[in-house]
C-alpha cells in the first residue's frame, strides 16, 4: 500500500505562488508516474500535470507556462510549483501515483486558495 501525503496549500492573492509537496511512503517510489490533479467546487477531478520517472512532463493548457512539477526520487517527493496563480486555480489539489495500470494511488488533497 502507498501513502501519499501532500502540503504547502493555502491562501494567496492573485499573481502569487505557492508550492505544494507530496511525499510518498513507497518502497519503490522511482517507477510511478507522479501527478498533480484538481478539484474545484462543484466541478470534476482534473488533470494539472504529470512527471514519469525519467522526468518526462506534462501539464494541461490552462497551466501551462505557469506550473512546473518536479520529482526528487531520493526524497521520494514531488513538486509543483505554481506562479502567477489566478481565482480561477482555486482548488483542493491532490496527489497522485501511477505505475502502469496495475497501482493507482490518490492523496488526502490540499486546498488552494487564489484570492482577487
Known amino acids: 500500500q502507498v501513502q501519499l501525503v501532500e502540503s504547502g496549500g493555502g491562501e494567496v492573492q492573485t499573481g502569487g505562488s505557492l508550492r505544494l509537496s507530496c511525499k510518498a511512503f513507497v518502497g519503490d517510489y522511482s517507477r510511478y508516474v507522479m501527478g498533480w490533479y484538481r478539484q474545484a467546487p462543484g466541478k470534476q477531478r482534473e488533470f494539472v500535470a504529470t512527471i514519469s520517472s525519467g522526468g518526462r512532463t506534462k501539464y494541461s493548457d490552462s497551466v501551462k507556462g505557469r506550473f512546473t512539477i518536479s520529482r526528487d526520487n531520493a526524497k521520494n517527493t514531488v513538486y509543483l510549483e505554481m506562479n502567477d496563480l489566478r481565482p480561477e486555480d482555486t482548488a483542493v489539489y491532490y496527489c497522485?501515483?501511477?505505475?502502469?495500470?496495475?497501482?493507482?494511488?490518490w492523496g488526502q488533497g490540499t486546498q488552494v486558495t487564489v484570492s482577487s
Open positions: 497522485n501515483a501511477v505505475y502502469y495500470h496495475i497501482e493507482n494511488y
